[in-house]
């Protein structure tokens, strides 16, 4: 068994398009239509996947504030600049909980947290 995606309902598909892709970095792997209301777009280019789904009979999109989305990033100080600099405001952090390891979240378009950590050797 292997895990496949994770699934985010979003209110606005291109505005997450670009937070998911020019801010995180994945690419577009598969963008269809899935009925006249629905539309889906797989992002990622390795096995696990990020599943962005827009339904128009949907108004609203909720999300446990307890569930985040982490990404490992090369360099910490260098995505903190990079979302200061698109005007993404930093939700909490960084934390270092250890030398090796350093964090920090934001909010994508849709108020799911997402988490970039750096991991030292």
């Known amino acids: 068994m292997k895990f496949c995606w994770s699934t985010i309902m979003v209110k606005n598909l291109d505005e997450s398009l670009e937070f998911y892709t020019g801010i995180i970095g994945l690419p577009v792997s598969r963008r269809f239509q899935a009925g006249?209301?629905?539309e889906i777009?797989?992002?990622g280019d390795g096995e696990t996947k990020v599943e962005l789904i827009r339904s128009r009979?949907?108004?609203?999109?909720?999300?446990?504030e307890d569930i985040s989305l982490g990404f490992?990033?090369?360099s910490l100080d260098e995505m903190m600049a990079l979302v200061q600099e698109k005007g993404i405001a930093i939700h909490s952090g960084p934390?270092?909980?250890?030398?090796y390891t350093r964090f920090f979240y934001v909010l994508d378009p849709n108020g799911v947290k997402i988490q970039f950590v750096e991991n030292r050797p």
């Open 72 to 74: 490992e990033v090369d």
């Open 95 to 99: 934390f270092q909980p250890n030398p």
């Open 41 to 43: 777009v797989f992002l």
């Open 36 to 38: 006249p209301e629905t």
């Open 57 to 64: 009979t949907k108004s609203e999109v909720t999300f446990g």
